[in-house]
């Protein structure tokens, strides 16, 4: 079984900064079996980026996936007030299916 | 408008069972794996079972393999699942959500995500 582990477990940054959060995997994994989910309080998970690296539809530009192997990085390149929430990576295989990092918090500071 | 509507949540005694159902609307139903996922108060996300289009092949994580049923009916845009031997640690609000498998632009590997997610609906297992 793949783990995911996700870190920092939680991000104080400021409105229009960097936020840079990381993904790494037990082992190799398919670039194109990773995607990011942002999650607000209340609401479902949505679909920020797959393939490692592609925006899903409506997904600002400020998004950006990267990585390969057992290394990936989501970066959001300028924080908006609507950007805070916690962020999961997840990664597909064969048991389980579907494996997801315990999420990263990206609050204000 | 592509949707995912769950419903069937609530409170149950421990070994006491649930169904939970999801309706789709919106996009072809029956072209797609769907999946329900799961998320304890204050926890992260947990994947639980997944379905294959036709429900010839179901998948589980271990820790509800033999209590979960996965199930789906095309005809009704509706997926299911039975969860018997309910356990406090079951307590969750589940999501159902529609698995992508699509084809890179020039075809020579797949993504995996999961595009379409509900609202989810609440399971307390608590006596």
């Known amino acids: 079984e793949i783990v995911l582990t996700q870190s920092p477990g939680t991000l104080s940054l400021s409105p229009g900064e960097r936020a840079t959060l990381s993904c790494r995997a037990s082992q190799s994994v398919s670039s194109s079996y990773l995607a990011w989910y942002q999650q607000k309080p209340g609401q479902a998970p949505r679909l920020l980026i797959y393939g490692a690296s592609s925006r899903a539809t409506g997904i600002p530009d400020r998004f950006s996936g990267s990585g390969s192997g057992t290394d990936f990085t989501l970066t959001i390149s300028r924080l908006e007030p609507e950007d805070f929430a916690v962020y999961y990576c997840q990664q597909y295989g064969s048991s389980p299916r579907w494996t997801f990092g315990q999420g990263t918090k990206v609050e204000i500071k | 408008e592509v949707q995912l509507v769950e419903s069937g949540g609530g409170l149950v005694q421990p070994g006491g069972s649930l169904r939970l159902s999801c309706a789709a609307s919106?996009?072809?139903?029956?072209?797609?794996?769907m999946s329900w996922v799961r998320q304890a108060p204050g926890k992260g996300l947990e994947w639980v079972a997944n379905?294959?289009?036709?429900?010839?092949?179901?998948y589980y994580v271990d820790s509800v393999k033999g209590r979960f049923t996965i199930s789906r009916d095309n005809a009704k845009n509706s997926l299911y699942l039975q969860m018997n031997s309910l356990r406090a640690e079951d307590t969750a609000v589940y999501y159902c959500a529609r698995d992508r498998y699509t084809a890179s632009t020039r075809g020579d590997y797949y993504y995996y995500y999961m595009d379409v997610w509900g609202k989810g609906t609440t399971v307390t297992v608590s006596s």
């Open positions: 379905i294959k289009q036709d429900g010839s092949e179901k």
């Open positions: 919106g996009f072809t139903f029956s072209s797609y794996w």
